[in-house]
T-cell receptor, first 112, second 115 residues
Framework: DQQVKQNSPSLSVQEGRISILNCDYT??????FLWYKKYPAEGPTFLIS?????DKNEDGRFTVFLNKSAKHLSLHIVPSQPGDSAVYFC???????????FGTGTRLKVLA | NAGVMQNPRHLVRRRGQEARLRCSPM?????VYWYRQLPEEGLKFMVYLQKENIIDESGMPKERFSAEFPKEGPSILRIQQVVRGDSAAYFC?????????????FGSGTQLSVL
């Protein structure tokens, strides 16, 4: 049972344009949602998070939007840069168990 | 301020041998998580530990796999009698105490190859 889903395995975007990565979840007990970026042969690095009581969080070029009624969140990167090319994982924390569930990732390629 | 340290970075084992993966959390962090990433797949939760306690091991295979986080020293993920299907990248993450500390900090991972 996949509680956190990233339905797009890959995404290509032109440099300077907006990248939108999507994530859906099923568990109402999630209290935090996080985005991680991962380069090959490295560990995931934290990008940005959002509490379940908010609907938007912004940090520089990165903005995360949360739609609780739709159980959907998205990460917007604008403007996209070639260095943003990586795999992006959406994750959610279960407020009861403090277990973090990750999606399967979306490979973003930013074309110069 | 050192991050999460995992060693070894690469581990090669023959079928039937034991693999021991080590993880030292960030200073001040008392929660440790282990994840496995199979080739071309996402991060699969394995186990969540606090000092001297296993909190949730629902993602661990029932046989051959065990994890510990002793009072002193690193967390250890142990795989007995490895098989080829155990070949994967194993990531450890840590977090500090408290509900408001929502971030997980990851190590660089251990790439296990079973011959």
């Amino acid at each position: 049972d996949q509680q956190v889903k990233q339905n797009s395995p890959s995404l290509s975007v032109q440099e300077g344009r907006i990248s939108i990565l999507n994530c859906d979840y099923t568990n109402s007990m999630f209290d935090y949602f996080l985005w991680y970026k991962k380069y090959p042969a490295e560990g995931p690095t934290f990008l940005i998070s959002i509490s379940s009581i908010k609907d938007k969080n912004e940090d520089g070029r990165f903005t995360v939007f949360l739609n609780k009624s739709a159980k959907h969140l998205s990460l917007h990167i604008v403007p996209s840069q070639p260095g943003d090319s990586a795999v992006y994982f959406c994750a959610a924390r279960d407020s009861g168990t403090y277990k973090y569930i990750f999606g399967t990732g979306t490979r973003l390629k930013v074309l110069a | 301020n050192a991050g999460v340290m995992q060693n070894p970075r690469h581990l090669v084992r023959r079928r039937g041998q034991e693999a021991r993966l080590r993880c030292s959390p960030m200073k001040g962090h008392s929660h440790v998580y282990w994840y496995r990433q199979l080739p071309e797949e996402g991060l699969k939760f394995m186990v969540y530990l606090q000092k001297e306690n296993i909190i949730d091991e629902s993602g661990m295979p029932k046989e051959r796999f065990s994890a510990e986080f002793p009072k002193e020293g690193p967390s250890i993920l142990r795989i007995q009698q490895v098989v080829r299907g155990d070949s994967a990248a194993y990531f450890c993450a840590s977090s500090p105490e408290g509900a408001t500390n929502e971030k997980l900090f990851f190590g660089s991972g251990t790439q296990l190859s079973v011959l």
